[in-house]
Nanobody, 111 residues
Framework: QVQVVESGGGLVQPGGSLKLSCVAS????????IDWYRQAPGKAREWVAQ???????SYAEAVKGRFFISRGNNKSTAFLQMTNLKPEDTAVYYC?????WGQGTQVTVSS
């Protein structure tokens, strides 16, 4: 059984940066696909980014060039580095791995 926990959210001004972490435990493989999603108030959950294999990444158009997904030095951890944040990036961000979702971490971009 896999468990996933996100952290690193918070309040940041427009143009600022945040780095989210996703830590998984249980039966996992270093090259598992890991996805980040987000859900803004009143909106459907949307896909943000994915990493699979050793370092193959893909991004939603809305975040391409501003967000960067990576793996940590151990097989348990992944990150989402978010730069040049915009108010429309405000959402609860979720990590998913092997079909398991975390509880989410709130990101609020506001002046």
């Amino acid at each position: 059984q896999v468990q996933v926990v996100e952290s690193g959210g918070g309040l940041v001004q427009p143009g600022g940066s945040l780095k989210l972490s996703c830590v998984a435990s249980g039966i996992i493989v270093a090259t598992d696909a890991i996805d980040w999603y987000r859900q803004a108030p009143g909106k459907a959950r949307e896909w943000v980014a994915q990493i699979f294999g050793t370092s193959t990444t893909s991004y939603a158009e809305a975040v391409k060039g501003r967000f960067f997904i990576s793996r940590g030095n151990n097989k348990s951890t992944a990150f989402l580095q978010m730069t040049n944040l915009k108010p429309e990036d405000t959402a609860v961000y979720y990590c998913t791995r092997r079909g398991t979702w975390g509880q989410g971490t709130q990101v609020t971009v506001s002046s």
